[in-house]
């Protein structure tokens, strides 16, 4: 029990993916869990099953965009669980149109989803955290921050993301504020599941890509956030960590022909 007597905000914490398993995760180590989402079944349908399993999870409608609504959001959380000691920025939406064919308010809405989003909660959680001398930021980035995987709002988005975690790491570090990255690779979420519909094999031709050669599972991704958003990870600040089954570190295909005359890397078998 890492978290008893803390209090977490997910943001995008209904999400079936991993918004929604790092908030069960959370709740289920002890943590008090607002799970914050613009879509409110969901928001609900996250919290009733952390209640149902005996942890505390309150749903909260927000949209990160809306200062207003995020100032609300951690008022609501500090009433109901006390002032928050962990914010997990999670919520995004990404629009997979190249450059020139983007729409600008889609393309918009990407980076203030993610980057203004994370901006505003991270304002309206701190003077709190200062005020206590302690506080935890997570923030989930994507590989797509650090190499070319298309949708450039998004990826865009998310390497501002980075930065701004680092800076809050290094404006606060002197008064007990972490604030570190994760970084997924693939994982089986909706997002996915809605281009499989589409392309049955799209997940089996992925693993392909990854070192480790299959996608992650979401309980990776919570794994890791758990263990940065706990006091094990006391002295580390203004980190990303990917959690991407090696697929930023490189692949065999490259280094396979590179050097075509010496014997295939352990695991670079065709592709
Ligand atoms: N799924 C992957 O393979 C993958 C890969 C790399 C990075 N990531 C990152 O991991 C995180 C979770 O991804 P996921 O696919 O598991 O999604 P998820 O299941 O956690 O769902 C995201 C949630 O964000 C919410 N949201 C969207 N806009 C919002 C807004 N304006 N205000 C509040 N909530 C809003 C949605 O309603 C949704 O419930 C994201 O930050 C994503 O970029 C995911």
């Known amino acids: 029990m890492r978290f008893l007597d803390r209090t977490a905000i997910v943001t995008g914490g209904g999400g079936h993916g991993l918004g929604g398993a790092i908030a069960r995760s959370l709740a289920k180590e002890g943590a008090r869990v607002a799970v914050a989402d613009r879509d409110r ?9 952390i209640t149902a399993t005996g942890g505390e999870a309150l749903p909260i409608t927000v949209d990160v965009r809306r200062p207003d609504q995020v100032q609300a959001m951690a008022e609501t959380a500090s009433k109901a669980f006390g002032e928050p000691d962990i914010l997990i920025n999670n ?28 901006f505003l909660c991270a304002r309206a959680v701190l003077p709190a955290m200062l005020e206590r001398g302690r506080g935890v930021i997570v923030s989930l980035s994507t590989v797509n921050a650090h190499t070319y995987v298309g949708a450039s709002a998004y990826s865009a988005a998310k390497a501002g993301l980075e930065s701004l975690s680092r800076s809050i790491a290094v404006e606060y570090a002197r008064h007990g504020i972490r604030s570190n990255v994760v970084i997924p690779g693939t994982f089986a979420t909706e997002a996915w599941e809605l281009r499989r519909q589409r392309h049955p094999d799209i997940l089996e031709r992925l693993a392909h890509w990854y070192p480790t050669g299959r996608i992650g599972e979401v309980e990776e991704i919570a794994a890791a956030v758990l263990f940065l958003a706990s006091d094990e990870a006391s002295w580390i600040t203004g980190a990303t960590l990917p959690v ?8 065999p295909w490259f280094g396979r022909d590179a050097h075509p005359d010496e014997q295939p890397p352990h695991g670079g078998g065709a592709q």
């Open 244 to 251: 991407d089954g090696g697929l930023l570190a490189g692949n």
């Open 91 to 118: 919520a995004f939406t990404s629009c997979p149109d190249s450059i020139l064919e983007a729409d600008l308010d889609d393309w918009t809405r990407d980076v203030d989803v993610i980057l203004k989003g994370a």
């Open 41 to 49: 079944d969901m928001a609900e349908s996250v919290a009733a099953a």
